[in-house]
């Protein structure tokens, strides 16, 4: 990390004022008998658990070094209200999104200051002519700054500096300046498991404005569950309550693990993944997978045989009449006890699992199809021989 904030914010009082792209961001030595209540641990965690602008932790760029301090923070008014989080809505079913609360401005605040660093990256088109010289700036530190109430822990927010353009292009990426979410990881206990060996259900302790996914999956590789939810820094919205949530197991060709253990609980900057993994030992035994077989609207009238435990995934079919991405997919079991439907984050792929020996048939109802015989019942139809 280079430019200012090394030299000003070095974990205390910040020793002299700097500014972002021409004072849209100035942060000023605090007054005397300023004094924090919120830690610097706790700023520091917070910065650590919260999404940037892209929706990746801001704990990416930890590899150039943080620097942290408190002092008195203006932000320009024309940034507010600042939108929560990156543009667009998350709409995979089962996703509850986190309820944030309005945001006020900064202006001569006291408030805690992480400075992490992250440049944008974009996957350019292939270049047709010869590409524009982007403007580089003396002043471009690449910086995400990180801001929080030094006395209430909340209004969080962070600002992102501009950057020279990409792809190409001389025009500059302009400043942002988001209202962050942060992740944690919140306490559950296991309520119940399924007879199939696959599911399960657990309740979970959260807040009311916690935005959280259902299911959940078990770590992988692991025997452990850790539950994140995202929710505004510094939450204050009211009592913990229970939450009750689906488990699935790691893959959907494996099951629960007879214990299930509870993974740390706390704020999540995503780094505690790696301890999670179980190191792999040789014991010279070949251990075939069940395995996940993929089939479409081409395999329509065919028999495919399966063992107990081997999973079938159907794909996407362009003769449907609406998009299975919006919907969902419209492919069903004949016989669930047979050949049981797994609920996913992949609302556009049906995958099912063979939980006992028997037949079932997988088809799609004719008034999900664009074309289908007069007369049939479905456009198409697979048999399954599970053994």
Known sequence: MTGPAVTSLTGGAARQAFTLDRQNLLVQPPSQGDHPVLTRRQAECDALASLNDQNAPLSGGVGSGVAIG??????????????????????????????????????????WVVVLTHQIFINCPAQTSAPATAVRLPTDY????????????????????SQPGQCGFAT?????????KEEASVPWTLRSRNPNGYSGTIVASMLPC??????????????????VVIRPVGASCGPVRAVTLTVHA??????????????????????????????????????????LINV??????????????????????ENLLTSPIITGSPVVSIETAVLGGLAGAQPAVAEFRAFKRGRADLEVPARACKEVVTGQAACWVVHIVVR
């Not at 770590?219 to 452990?224: Q, T, V």
């Not at 505690?272 to 010279?284: C, E, I, K, M, Y």
Request: hydrophobic residues 30%.
């Open 172 to 180: 500059r990426i302009p400043a942002s300046l988001i209202q962050p």
């Open 296 to 317: 479409g609207s081409q395999a329509n009238g065919s028999t495919i045989s399966m063992k107990v435990g081997e999973a079938i995934a159907v794909l996407p079919d």
């Open 250 to 291: 790691a893959t959907v060709t494996s099951s629960l693990p007879a214990v299930i253990t509870h993974d740390p609980t706390g704020l999540y900057t995503g780094s505690a993944t790696s301890r999670l993994a179980t190191p792999t030992v040789s014991t010279g035994v070949t251990t075939t997978l069940p395995r």
């Open 210 to 227: 916690d935005g959280y996914s259902d299911p959940v999956l078990i770590d992988r590789p692991g025997s452990g569950l850790q539950v």
């Open 142 to 161: 690449f910086y995400d700054v990180f801001i929080v109430d030094a006395r209430t822990g909340r209004n969080a927010l962070v600002y992102s500096e």
């Open 70 to 111: 408190y002092g008195r923070v203006t932000v320009t008014p024309s940034f507010f209200p600042p939108p929560s989080g990156p543009p667009g809505t998350d709409t995979t079913p089962g996703d509850v999104q986190p309820r944030m609360p309005p945001s006020t401005p900064y202006v001569n605040r006291l408030a």
